[in-house]
């Protein structure tokens, strides 16, 4: 299936995945690691390890610092 | 006009009280308000000093830091003199020498499990940490205690900030646990330019205003995201999610059995 991989504050992308593809698949495949972002469908984050049932999802990295 | 001003506040603060949405009553409000702030380096700095400016009056300040020679590029609360300074110090003089208004009290240790209740005595706290365990102690300490948290996070050239409060969704709801040791970078490896942490910090501390005054449209539910490379805001809604263990629907009631270390993961006892 195809999916719409939104990275925010970087660029979209438009992903095809394994209809058993799961959410982790997706982030890798736009070449983040799933440790370092929030999958976001609807405002709200997908366990990374199921399946992807939506054509569209959000990626927000988790940053760290706040400058020591 | 409101009696509890003398008339150097009335003066000092002139440009809030002439506005309808602050006035001499959201001045007293300042005045008798107390946020903490904890983390006196990149982020923490531009909010001790705008905190201080407006009046706000009472700060507290959290860090366990000594101010290093490659800190003043950004954390600009701390001056040449003030290397090897524990940087509460450092920043507690600031305050002083800014405005007289503020009692400024220093906690020079990192926020754990055995002194987070200090954060209690608050009304508003401004998360600009540099760990994860502090950052989800304080959001989970804030939620319990329903304290809203403006918080913010800053990495090279981009920035994140948003505002916690008891009716929104936490941090949690947007990153549920902390990524495994290493996996995310810091500053001190990748860099961060210096100005980034001014622009965050400010975006902080105007929430933290905004939150001492019950003024305005808080950035709750939303997750401002900065570049400023490209100069460009952009805005990310995210919701209260009901499996979220802090605001979910079967909420943690204690900090007691969340482990702040590696992943900052709740107990599933």
Do not use: W
Request: aromatic fraction near 6%; charge should be negative.
């Amino acid at each position: 299936m195809h999916v719409t991989v939104e990275v925010v504050g970087e660029e979209t992308h438009d992903v095809s995945v394994d209809d058993d593809g799961t959410y982790a698949d997706l982030v890798r495949a736009v070449d983040l690691s799933p440790h370092e972002v929030s999958v976001l469908v609807d405002g709200s984050p997908v366990p990374e390890d199921q399946p992807v049932e939506v054509d569209r999802v959000k990626v927000l990295r988790l940053i760290k610092g706040g400058a020591p | 006009m409101s009696l509890s001003l003398d008339a150097t506040q009335l003066d000092r603060y002139s440009r809030h009280i002439i506005m309808d949405e602050v006035g001499p009553d959201g001045q007293a409000r300042l005045l008798d308000a107390s946020v903490l702030v904890v983390g006196a380096g990149g982020l923490g700095s531009p909010v001790i000093q705008y905190l201080a400016a407006a009046g706000v009056g009472h700060l507290g300040i959290v860090d366990d830091d000594v101010v290093e020679r490659s800190n003043l590029q950004r954390q600009v609360v701390h001056g040449d003199d003030d290397v090897g300074t524990p940087k509460v110090e450092s920043a507690a003089a600031f305050v002083r020498r800014l405005n007289p208004d503020v009692d400024v009290d220093g906690y020079e240790t990192r926020l754990t499990k055995e002194n987070v209740e200090l954060v209690a005595d608050y009304d508003v706290v401004v998360d600009a940490s540099d760990n994860f365990p502090t950052r989800y102690l304080v959001n989970d300490f804030c939620r319990i205690h329903d304290i809203p948290v403006a918080h913010g996070a800053i990495y090279k050239f981009e920035g994140q900030a948003t505002t916690l409060v008891p009716d929104g969704p936490c941090y949690r709801c947007l990153f549920p646990e902390a990524p495994e040791p290493g996996t995310v970078p810091d500053c001190a490896t990748t860099g961060v330019l210096g100005v980034l942490p001014g622009t965050l910090g400010c975006i902080q501390a105007t929430e933290a205003v905004k939150l001492a005054l019950d003024a305005g449209d808080p950035l709750v539910g939303r997750l401002l995201f900065y570049d400023a490379m490209d100069m460009t805001f952009e805005t990310v809604p995210y919701r209260q999610n009901p499996d979220c263990l802090v605001c979910g629907d079967d909420p943690i009631d204690s900090v007691a059995d969340v482990e702040y270390t590696d992943a900052c993961t709740v107990s599933s006892d």
